[in-house]
């Protein structure tokens, strides 16, 4: 009984020693596929971790070349804005509809508006003076071509201006509009202006002067027959004499007829009109000659001095009613040194100065009419002043007579080209200055300054 306990015992224990052995082998291999799994989760970490770092430095790496791309944008951006800023031409980009998405400098120097208050309006409501039509742009874009309008005529701050304008189509791959190119042309519109009304008055000059010739020849044997003919009735003179005894004349009561009847006053009468007649052909010779490119030395006071007696003869043609009460002041400074000019381009100048006063009398009906003419010397200046008490202007047309084709004359009775030819003259060919002032009702006064001594030159 007891050997049987014994040995259930020692069976007993075998047996919980295999279980003890073999739970130590399934935890050994609990262990060691636990190490294995931990090795691969670390191996698999380690890989993930290497994948983050890389995803990470490649994130970073695209978001430097992001910056650096934003950077350029930027920089690109405000480089061409700086060139569309600079440019002198009103740059304006507008949508389909109209409304502006671009104003550089120029625009806001032309319109006096800031570009953000220009932003996302319709261009009729914040640039009314600008003819550009809506019709215009949606034309240019669905054509995709420019279309351009030459030599428009706008307001520009009360003056009138001349503009090319050209709308340039843009199409992109989200956005399609326009942009609006405005160019200041006034100058070329005057001198082109200029050009051909000065072909017209070299035309009109040698057409004068090919008259003046005719007409001196036909006067110069007037003049010498009324010379012939107050000899021939002179009883001093003894071929009278001997011609009145073998007729039986008496010369002596034959003068005394002659005085009583003022045919000698007639006489007279004739050849002083005939010799202003031919003063004034002189003066139109003079006046209709090409005038030199060259300026040369010129006595101002002369030249003022002529073209006073050019403007008495033609007033008493074309004015005669004024020519009998218009008085014309010269007061010339002797002091005034020769300058360099050309005589005849100023005198051109003087006398449309000359004649715009007497107009501007004429039209004022005044009871002492008066135009005034001076020069003075004011180093390192020569100053010439026409003066006059006509209708005057307002500080509107003032501001105006010097465009091209302005005129307040009505219709036929001028080009409106006068002033802003005597302009160029003075400002560009004689690089000095005139200006005009003004009070309505009461006169104007235009005055002229001269350098002495031209640029480069000392006097």
């Known amino acids: 009984m007891l050997t049987s306990i014994l040995g259930l015992l020692v069976t007993l224990q075998l047996i919980a020693i295999w279980a003890l052995m073999r739970n130590r082998l399934r935890h050994k291999r609990a262990l060691s596929s636990l190490r294995e799994t931990v090795a691969l989760l670390e191996q698999r970490l380690t890989a993930r971790t290497d994948a983050w770092r890389h995803a990470n430095d490649t994130l970073e790496q695209t978001e ?13 951006k405000e ?6 800023n600079s440019m002198p031409s009103v740059m304006i980009g507008v949508t389909p509809s109209g409304h502006v998405t671009h104003w550089n400098s120029a625009a806001e120097l032309a319109t006096g508006i800031r570009e953000k208050k220009a ?11 600008l ?3 809506p019709e215009m742009i949606e034309e240019s874009i669905s054509l995709s071509e420019p279309r351009m309008r030459e030599n428009v005529k706008v307001d520009h701050l009360g003056m009138n201006r001349y503009v090319d304008i050209t709308v340039y189509p843009l199409h992109s791959l989200e956005l399609t509009g326009a ?5 200041d042309v006034t100058m070329r519109q005057k001198l082109d202006s200029m050009m051909l009304q000065n072909e017209k008055l070299k035309s009109l000059g040698e057409l004068a002067a090919g008259m003046a010739h005719e007409i001196n020849n036909p006067l110069a044997a007037i003049l010498q027959s009324l010379q ?10 003894a071929g009278n004499q001997a011609a009145a005894a073998a007729l039986g ?3 002596k009561k034959m003068d005394s007829y002659l005085e009583a009847r003022e045919i000698k006053r007639f006489l007279e009468g004739m050849d002083n009109a005939g010799r202003r007649a031919a003063e004034i052909v002189r003066n139109m010779l003079e006046f209709s000659r090409s005038s030199s490119r060259q300026l040369e030395p010129t006595q101002l006071n002369d030249v003022a001095h002529a073209s006073v007696n050019f403007m008495r003869n033609a007033i008493e043609f074309s004015m005669p009613s004024l020519s009998e009460s218009l008085v014309i002041e010269e007061d010339y400074d002797n002091s005034l040194p020769a300058i360099p000019a050309s005589g005849i381009e100023l005198q051109q100048v003087l006398v449309n100065l000359l004649k715009n006063a007497a107009q501007a009398i004429q039209e004022a009906r005044r009871d002492a009419p008066l135009i005034r003419i001076s020069t003075r010397y004011i180093p390192p200046l020569a100053e ?3 003066e006059d008490n006509g209708t005057g202007m307002s500080l509107a047309t003032s501001k105006q007579i010097f465009d091209p084709f302005f005129t307040t004359k009505v219709v036929g009775q001028g080009t409106g080209l006068g002033l802003s030819i005597s302009h160029f003259i003075i400002t560009q060919r004689h690089h000095g200055r005139i200006e005009a002032r003004s009070t309505p009702d009461k006169g104007t006064t235009f005055v002229i300054t001269l350098p002495i001594a031209q640029p480069g030159q000392s006097h």
């Open 131 to 133: 003819p550009v039509p």
């Open 64 to 76: 430097q070349r992001h910056r650096i791309t934003t950077a350029l944008l930027n920089e690109t």
């Open 79 to 84: 480089y061409l804005n700086s060139i569309i």
């Open 249 to 251: 004349l008496d010369l």
């Open 119 to 129: 932003l996302g309006f319709r261009l009729q409501e914040i640039y009314p003076n």
């Open 179 to 183: 942009v609006i190119r405005v160019d």
């Open 384 to 386: 010439i002043r026409v």
């Open 228 to 237: 012939n003919v107050e000899r021939r009735l002179s009883p001093d003179q």
